[in-house]
């Protein structure tokens, strides 16, 4: 419930933010220089100064204008500072190095070993003997190093006479807040698949109850949790579980229309909204290969290939863009690219913004919006729930999806804050527009007059007990937001 002298002005909401950020910064930690939103941020694994091998090596983040000008470099350490472990990545593990944005917009997430350059084949190692690394970087540039997963992503190192051995790859890590991942990885079967782990430990949680145990990069989108995969049936992006589960035996299911047979080879993925998915396919784009950047709507629950944006190579990494309707696709290509498409339909063409240096390569890339100003606002009495994605930022959206309501979904927006119990609900605000749908979008205008204008929004479930006897009706929690 809302207490009653709660106002989330937007002076308020950027002390505590700057709070939360502040609060995270340890003695031990990192410093680096801060990143500059409106940008992309690349992994690079290698220096330069060797060809690459299947030794632990030496992982960058550099980061690029939208244009493909280099701003900085910020170096993983490859030493240990206090609790801060080393992060290295496999030079030629390709599968590796992807990178995730939190869902607050103030950390970037990706996983590696605590291991130095230069360990031999350090896919094969055991995780008790090199630990896996998930290393969170807020947008100050601040790297921390200290949580470690040390009975997940297993090698298996060749034992004379056997010259068998088993690659345990750790490749992503995604959180909501920088306090908990939702990590994806292969390895021993026991280990492999997608885990959760808290901030600061060293083991972790299997979630998924059987296959896929190769799991190549896991993703939030609008509160559910999904992962990537080429194996059996489970050949692109599948939910895991509901929601943002913290528990073992999740269930991992495909989406619907979706391939299930081998062929595809999904990786990273980017949704630009709730029925709009991008898929980075590292097939070859030649001879009518299906790789490249793959664009999917969804239509009724079912999602259907609408056609393949392809550069010279297929690509692992994807992230996008959208402004003022426009959507601007970015992907990693398999030739050592950075590249763009402004998604005009099928055939647009793609624009090369950089290529890595000679015994380098680029692996994961994300694009950096402001961080979000939503904030959810406890007000549910029903069983309705209302999940708002988006940043605030003018010529964006705000997305707004009602589940699980019993009668007639509502959404509502206001401008005023009231924070009113009523009938054993809570009342959000003032309701200046009532929508009858599941889900809306708001598209923010690109207006300076509109920056720092505080907005809300609540559910309202027609017909859902629990609440308000007469008329019948719940409401759902709330959100707030300060347009930027």
């Known amino acids: 419930m809302l207490g009653p002298n709660f106002r989330?002005?937007?002076?308020?909401?950027?002390?505590?933010?700057?709070?939360?950020?502040?609060?995270?910064?340890?003695?031990?930690?990192?410093?680096?220089?801060?990143?500059?939103?409106?940008?992309?941020?690349?992994?690079?694994?290698?220096?330069?100064t060797a060809p690459l091998t299947n030794a632990s090596t030496a992982t960058f983040l550099d980061e690029y204008t939208p244009a493909g000008v280099l701003v900085q470099t910020l170096a993983m350490p490859t030493t240990a500072t206090g609790a801060n472990q080393p992060f290295t990545n496999?030079?030629?593990?390709?599968?590796?190095?992807?990178?995730?944005?939190?869902?607050?917009?103030?950390?970037?997430?990706?996983?590696?070993?605590?291991?130095?350059?230069?360990?031999?084949?350090?896919?094969?190692?055991?995780?008790?003997?090199?630990?896996?690394?998930?290393?969170?970087?807020d947008i100050g540039g601040v790297v921390d190093t200290t949580t470690t997963i040390t009975d997940g992503y297993n090698g298996v190192p060749a034992v004379p006479p056997s010259t068998a051995t088993t690659s345990g790859n750790p490749r992503s890590a995604v959180t909501v807040d920088g306090l908990s991942y939702w990590c994806s990885g292969t390895g021993a079967t026991a280990n492999a698949g997608v885990r959760y782990v808290q901030h600061g430990?060293?083991?972790?949680?299997?979630?998924?109850?059987?296959?896929?145990?190769?799991?190549?990069?896991?993703?939030?989108?609008?509160g559910q949790l999904y992962a990537t995969s080429a194996s059996t049936v489970y050949q692109s992006v599948c939910a895991v579980g509901t929601g943002l589960p913290t528990t073992s035996g999740q269930p991992v299911s495909l989406l619907p229309g979706l391939?299930?047979?081998?062929?595809?080879?999904?990786?990273?993925?980017?949704?630009?909204?709730?029925?709009?998915?991008?898929?980075?396919?590292?097939?070859?784009?030649?001879?009518?290969g299906g790789g490249g950047v793959q664009k999917w709507t969804n239509a009724n629950g079912t999602w259907a290939l609408q056609y393949i944006l392809q550069?010279?190579?297929g690509c692992r990494g994807v992230t996008g863009r959208r402004v003022n309707g426009v959507t601007t696709v970015y992907a990693t290509a398999g030739n050592g690219q950075l590249v763009s498409f402004v998604?005009?339909?099928?055939?647009?063409?793609?624009?090369?913004?950089?290529?890595?240096?000679?015994?380098?390569?680029?692996?994961?890339?994300?694009?950096?919006?402001?961080?979000?100003?939503?904030?959810?606002?406890?007000?549910?009495?029903?069983?309705?729930?209302?999940?708002?994605?988006?940043?605030?930022?003018?010529?964006?959206?705000?997305?707004?999806?009602?589940t699980g309501a019993q009668g007639i979904p509502f959404v509502g927006y206001g401008v005023t804050l009231f924070g009113l119990p009523f009938c054993g609900c809570t009342i959000v605000h003032?309701?200046?527009?009532?929508?009858?749908?599941?889900?809306?979008?708001?598209?923010?205008?690109?207006?300076?007059?509109?920056?720092?204008?505080?907005?809300?929004?609540?559910?309202?479930?027609?017909?859902?007990?629990?609440?308000?006897?007469?008329?019948?009706?719940?409401l759902t929690d709330g959100y707030s937001f300060t347009i930027q």
């Open 8 to 48: 989330a002005t937007p002076n308020r909401v950027s002390m505590i933010r700057q709070l939360l950020v502040l609060s995270a910064f340890t003695a031990a930690a990192l410093a680096q220089q801060p990143f500059t939103t409106g940008n992309l941020v690349v992994v690079r694994v290698g220096d330069g």
């Open 90 to 137: 496999s030079g030629t593990a390709t599968s590796e190095g992807f990178l995730n944005v939190s869902q607050n917009g103030v950390y970037l997430t990706l996983t590696g070993y605590a291991a130095a350059p230069g360990t031999a084949a350090i896919a094969t190692t055991p995780a008790s003997v090199v630990a896996r690394v998930i290393a969170r970087v």
């Open 201 to 222: 430990a060293n083991t972790s949680l299997g979630l998924n109850a059987g296959a896929p145990t190769n799991v190549r990069v896991a993703g939030i989108y609008n």
């Open 259 to 288: 391939p299930a047979a081998s062929g595809p080879s999904a990786y990273d993925f980017w949704f630009a909204d709730p029925q709009t998915l991008y898929i980075a396919d590292d097939r070859a784009t030649a001879g009518g």
């Open 311 to 313: 550069p010279a190579t």
């Open 343 to 402: 998604d005009n339909g099928a055939g647009s063409p793609a624009t090369v913004l950089a290529t890595a240096p000679a015994n380098t390569a680029f692996r994961g890339v994300r694009f950096l919006s402001k961080p979000t100003t939503l904030s959810r606002l406890p007000a549910s009495c029903g069983a309705a729930g209302i999940q708002a994605t988006g940043t605030g930022e003018v010529g964006t959206d705000v997305i707004t999806t009602i």
């Open 430 to 474: 003032d309701y200046l527009v009532l929508l009858p749908t599941t889900q809306s979008t708001l598209a923010i205008p690109n207006n300076p007059a509109l920056l720092a204008v505080s907005l809300y929004i609540q559910g309202l479930d027609l017909g859902g007990l629990g609440g308000c006897p007469n008329p019948v009706f719940t």
